[in-house]
C-alpha cells in the first residue's frame, strides 16, 4: 500500500472555498440550479454502492435536501467494490461503503480500512446487527426464502430444511443464482452453522440437482412459470412482484424456513465509514441519517420491501413480520465471502 500523500483538507474549509468558487463561476456562467457533480463543484460525499441502485436513488436526494451536501453513488457489486476498495487503500475516493450483504463488509473491515460508526447511528440498530467492533452497521435485512410453484406443489411438499435441496429427490427441480452476492450470502450462512465438509457436500449436491439461474428475478419467473417446482432467493423478490402487478408470482408462494434451520438466514445490508475518506463529517452524518426513524421509514416504504432494522420504522404488513421470522444466530462479522467462492468453485457452480 502507498503511503498516502494527500493534503487532508477540513471539510469547512473545503465547502467554504468550494462555494466561493461556485460563486465566481456562476457570475460568468450561469449554472444550473442542480448542476451536480461537475467538475466546478465536487461531491461533498462519496458513496461506493452495491446495495440496489433504484433504492439509494430513492432516498438520497431525501438526504441532500435535508442536509445540504451532494452525494455521488458510485454503484458495483458486492465483492467488486469491497475488493476495489482493499485495492485502492487510503487512495480511495470513497468515504462511505453500502453493501447488499454482509460478507463484502467483512473483507474491508479485515483490511483495517473502516474507522467506528458514531454511537448516534448505533443506538438506532439492535445489538444484533452491529459487529463488536463497531466499525459498520446493518441498515436493512433480507430474509432468505423458497420460492414454489403453486400448480405442482403445495406448502406441506417444501423441506424442513434447505440442506434437504441437495437430496436426489430435488434432481431437476430446484433453481438458485449462485454468481449473485445474496445466494453467496446464504452459502456463507450455512458454511458458518454447519461447516466446511457439510457445506462441500450440501453444494455438490445441489450442483448436481439445480439449475444455475442468472439472477433472482430469473429464479422467481422461472418457479412462477411451472418451469421448476422450488428456487431460493431473498423474500423481497417475490413481495415486490405481487406489489407492482403480480404477473411473475401469481402461480407461486414463499416457503419460509424454521426453526433457526440455515435456510432462515437473514442477511444483512451494511454500512461503513472508510477511515481515510476526506469527507468524515459528511459520512458520518449520512450514515447516522440512514439509521434513523425518518430514513428507515423512508426506504420501509420505498419499493424495496427489505426488513428496516430500525425498531420504529414499520414495513408494509403484506410482507411477513420481522418478528415471526426464525432465523439462526449468525455472527454478522463471521461470514466469510473468499472461502464461499472457493467452496463454490470446487462445486463447479461458479
Ligand atoms: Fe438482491
Known amino acids: 500500500m502507498t503511503p498516502s500523500v494527500r493534503r487532508r483538507v477540513r471539510p469547512s474549509t473545503r ?18 440550479a442542480f448542476s451536480s457533480c461537475s467538475l466546478l463543484d465536487p461531491p461533498d460525499l462519496v458513496v461506493y454502492n452495491a446495495q440496489h441502485e433504484e433504492l439509494l436513488d430513492e432516498i438520497v436526494p431525501l438526504f441532500e435536501e435535508e442536509s445540504g451536501l451532494e452525494v455521488k453513488l458510485r454503484p ?27 460478507p ?11 474507522t467506528e460508526v458514531p454511537d448516534a447511528a448505533l443506538d438506532n440498530i439492535p445489538a444484533d446487527y452491529v459487529p463488536q467492533s463497531r466499525t459498520w452497521t446493518g441498515f436493512l435485512a433480507r430474509s432468505t426464502v423458497a420460492m ?38 446464504i452459502v456463507s450462512a450455512v458454511l458458518e452453522l454447519e ?3 457439510a457445506t462441500r457436500e450440501w453444494l455438490a449436491g ?55 434451520d440455515p435456510g432462515a438466514f437473514l442477511s444483512v445490508s451494511g454500512a461503513g465509514i472508510l477511515a481515510a475518506g476526506e469527507h468524515q463529517d459528511a459520512a458520518e452524518e449520512f450514515v447516522t441519517w440512514l439509521t434513523s426513524t425518518e430514513a428507515q421509514q423512508a426506504m420501509a416504504d420505498s419499493y424495496a420491501l427489505e426488513y428496516p432494522l430500525n425498531p420504529d420504522a414499520e414495513l408494509n404488513p403484506e410482507v411477513k413480520a420481522f418478528d ?13 465471502g473468499p472461502q464461499v467462492t472457493e467452496l463454490m468453485t470446487e462445486a463447479g457452480l461458479l
Do not use: C
Not at 432465523?327 to 466469510?336: E, G, H, M, R, T
Open 324 to 336: 415471526e421470522l426464525e432465523p439462526p444466530s449468525v455472527d454478522i462479522a463471521s461470514l466469510n
Open 104 to 114: 463484502a463488509m467483512t473483507i474491508v473491515d479485515n483490511a483495517g480500512l473502516f
Open 206 to 260: 445441489l450442483a448436481e440437482n439445480g439449475e444455475v439461474l442468472q439472477n433472482n428475478l430469473v429464479v422467481m419467473q422461472t418457479v412462477d412459470s411451472g418451469e421448476l417446482d422450488a428456487g431460493i432467493a431473498y423474500h423481497y423478490y417475490w413481495y415486490r412482484d405481487r406489489e407492482e402487478n403480480g404477473s411473475d408470482s401469481d402461480s407461486s408462494a414463499l416457503h419460509f424456513f424454521a426453526d433457526e
Open 15 to 32: 465547502h467554504a472555498a468550494r462555494r466561493r468558487l461556485a460563486l465566481g463561476a456562476a457570475a460568468v456562467v450561469a449554472l444550473p
Open 148 to 185: 414454489y410453484n403453486t400448480e405442482s406443489m403445495t406448502a406441506e411438499d417444501m423441506p424442513a430444511s434447505i440442506l434437504d435441496f441437495a437430496d436426489p429427490e430435488w434432481k431437476g427441480r430446484v433453481g438458485f443464482s449462485p454468481t449473485g452476492a445474496d445466494f453467496q450470502a
Open 76 to 102: 458495483g457489486k458486492d465483492l467488486e467494490l469491497a475488493n476495489q476498495i482493499v485495492e485502492e487503500g487510503e487512495d480511495s475516493p470513497a468515504d462511505v461503503f453500502l453493501t447488499e450483504n454482509s
Open 195 to 197: 461447516g466446511e465438509q
